[in-house]
């Protein structure tokens, strides 16, 4: 049941009325209800089964942990101290480590299984494909994978792993934190939550707030319009040049690329809109996913700009871990001594980002494609950019150029734009074979004149539905740029009645009479759906 459909909206009629209806104590075991009978309408009913013994193997090792930490305190209260209290201390942190190692590990384990296993099968296959082998070595086995495994895994993870250090509560109602980790809306696309700053409020009473619904209804409205009237047409074009890359070489590839970057984005971050102000309108806040990623004026900036809260769980969860190992501090203080201070430091951290990158290519999928299209290429990019910004610096101030100045900023969002576009060329195309290809296709063939000659309106869009595109891409411009600056929802609500209320039907009437749906027509899932 995707949440573009008539039957979703229906369903989040209902709920919504029934949220507001129940008592406040009511409402969270509602939305449990709803979250368990989205995931069985969603397809194979069946898979609920793996994010149930995800949040039960959390849970029993959230328990243990509290238990384990109120069991050495009761010790260390009797013994009071010295050697035997030290011996205590250490026998219960090896026991809360290995109860961590161990969640930690099922948790993994099942997520490898279900998105992973073929990860072997396509690296063979895909290095058959980059020499050119038309041979398929092996037939990957294909499994069955849950809806919004790698979201509900990370952030259960997460909060385990607070427990562990204290820094979260430990939740002692199992269907709680079964909310917590299944609740529907996050399921589909994220946002990643922390528990310690989101949990909570999936249990406290929610009253009926008339400008909180609507806010949400209107941030809705707004992913709708991202999703259906900009993503499923792009979406068009996209599909027609990757899918016959061979027929449409030189400037075909570079624009289809560009489309995709923008699909990728009204998709992704429509969906975020339209979960948000779901839950927005339920009274629960959800962490902000994007801050207009297309503005970055390098590759690391656009990363604190797009899938926010997949970045920060990376950094919080795996790049600090990574940089305080053994390993890493050894090669900290050797790199030192042999690189100096500043260098030697400068790249331990450097190998450090490269697991944290190689590891957000690998949570994007089992291919390398996504290792190289979400990960190492945006880690070369990085590491670059670290290296060259020095004598960059050097170089502009000798030639007095402003290097705050509006136009180098804007050099610099033009080729951070340029080089991501690169990186989701590897994420669209069908392998890092075919990846290769289109771009040995874009660089060879020179044929600018299909940008004026009508050639582009052959791929899936005719001159009326380029126009509505190209229209809506200026409206999605226009608000992001105002959003910059003020908050336009509050503006709106500033305004006349008449007025905003013209603003809001003009919109709601944008997504009806030219949203991508209805029969004969089926909007595709949201592509970050699959991860």
């Known amino acids: 049941m995707g949440i573009t459909s008539f039957y979703f909206l229906c369903f989040f009629a ?98 490898v299984v279900l998105k992973y296993v073929n990860f072997g099968i396509y690296t063979i296959d895909g290095i058959a494909r980059l020499f050119g082998s038309s041979d398929e070595l092996i037939k990957s086995v294909d499994f069955l994978i849950p809806l919004g495994v790698s979201f509900y895994t990370f952030s259960l993870l997460g909060y385990v792993v607070d427990v562990y250090y204290g820094i979260a509560e430990p939740q002692t109602n199992y269907f709680k934190l079964m909310l917590y980790g299944m609740y529907f809306p996050v399921i589909i696309s994220g946002p990643i939550l922390k528990y310690r700053e989101h949990g909570e409020q999936f249990f406290v009473p929610h009253p009926f707030d008339y400008r909180r619904v609507t806010r949400g209804l209107q941030r809705m409205l707004w992913g709708f319009f991202k999703k259906l009237v900009i993503a499923e047409r792009l979406g068009m074009l996209v599909d027609t040049v990757y899918g016959g890359y061979a027929d449409y070489p030189g400037a075909f590839i570079w624009v289809a690329t560009a489309c995709y970057a923008f699909q990728l984005y009204t998709d992704f971050s429509g969906c975020m809109d339209i979960v948000i102000g779901m839950s927005e309108s339920f009274g629960i806040l959800l962490p902000e996913n994007f801050q207009m990623p297309f503005f970055a004026g390098s590759i690391a900036e656009y990363w604190r700009r797009w899938h926010i809260t997949l970045g920060v ?16 501090t050894n090669l900290n203080q050797s790199w ?125 869009l005719d001159l009326i539905e380029t126009v509505i595109v190209i229209a809506a891409l200026l409206v999605l411009y226009a608000v992001s740029i105002a959003q910059n600056k003020y908050s336009v929802r509050d503006r709106i609500a500033g305004k006349a009645l008449v007025l905003r209320w013209a603003v809001w039907y003009a919109l709601l009437f944008a997504v009806i009479l030219l949203g991508c749906y209805g029969p004969g027509y089926s909007a595709g899932e949201f592509i970050y759906q699959g991860f």
């Open 313 to 328: 769980w990376m950094k919080e969860y795996v790049f600090y871990p990574v940089l305080r190992t053994k390993f890493f």
């Open 336 to 460: 030192k001594n042999k690189f100096g201070k500043k260098r030697g430091k400068q790249y331990a951290t450097f190998a450090a980002m490269f697991v944290l990158w190689l590891t957000v290519g690998i949570w994007h999928g089992g291919d390398w494609k996504f290792v190289i299209g979400s990960g190492l290429l945006h880690w070369f990019y990085i590491v670059m950019e670290e290296l060259l910004a020095p004598p960059c610096a050097r170089l502009m101030d000798k030639w007095h150029i402003d290097a705050g100045g509006r136009a180098v900023r804007a050099i610099r969002v033009v080729r951070t734009f340029f080089l991501v576009c690169i990186g989701d060329l590897f994420f669209r195309a069908a392998s890092v074979g075919d990846a290769f290809a289109m771009l040995r296709g874009a660089v060879t063939v020179w044929n600018p004149s299909v940008l004026w000659d009508g050639s582009l309106l052959d791929l899936g």
């Open 14 to 111: 209902i709920l919504l009325i029934l949220y507001y209806v129940l008592p406040g104590r009511m409402q969270w075991g509602l939305l449990l209800v709803c979250s368990v009978a989205y995931y069985l309408l969603s397809g194979n009913g069946m898979l609920i089964v793996y994010p149930v013994v995800s949040v039960t193997v959390c849970y029993a090792g959230i328990r243990l942990l509290a238990a384990s930490s109120g069991q050495e305190n009761k010790q260390e209260s009797k013994r009071g101290g010295g050697q035997e209290n030290k011996q205590g201390t250490g026998q219960g942190d090896r026991r809360r480590r290995m109860i961590l190692i161990m969640t930690i590990l099922v948790n993994v384990g099942v997520l």
